[in-house]
């Protein structure tokens, strides 16, 4: 029996939902080397750019919901491409969270495929949820959405447990960077209709 529902986020959602996805990537590894740590200071920044990415780049944006308690998140974006390629910010200074910050942005950006296409992110479950199959759940309703447009899905990702997951969902890597000393994994999926 599932202890979940599925449903799409609201505005009175977004500052839980940004706080659930802080949780979720507190530890990865890109995370950690763009914030420089993983503790509370980190998190609660972490936090501050998922709300800032929901209030400025609208999208189509999935809960998964216990109750009322959000356990998931899940963004997905209709993307076209032909977009200036970005550059970080001018003053570099490593120690600076926004130079840094704009150097992955812009890292990831520049990768992004030109045509148009469904850009998958950020998803993340809980960690207390996890082995559930929320992640799944979210990942089928996703590839479903996708595949109703027929379109190509894109997305960026850092963990090597996240690669194997995506790929089980037709996933392929295209392309990889370093960003501040940690591998990029950059991987497209094909309609599936």
Known sequence: ???FNISFM???????AAKVLSHTMLNNTLHIAVFQGNGEKERLEIEKMFVELFNKLPAII?????CKKIIGVMRMKSCVGGKNKSKPEELKNE?????????????????????QHWHLGPIGVLPSYRRLGIGSRLMGRFCQEV???SAKAYLETDLDENVLFYKNFGFEIIAT???FQVENRYM?????I
Do not use: G, T
Request: a negative charge; one cysteine or more.
């Open 1 to 3: 029996m599932e202890i």
């Open 177 to 179: 960077s370093d960003i």
């Open 188 to 192: 497209v999926r094909d309609s599936q």
């Open 10 to 16: 609201e505005h009175r959602d977004i500052q839980e």
């Open 95 to 115: 120690n600076d969270i926004n130079y840094r910050k704009s150097v992955w942005h812009s890292e990831w950006s520049n990768r992004e495929p030109e045509d």
């Open 147 to 149: 595949d109703n447009c």
């Open 62 to 66: 999935f809960l998964a919901k216990d």
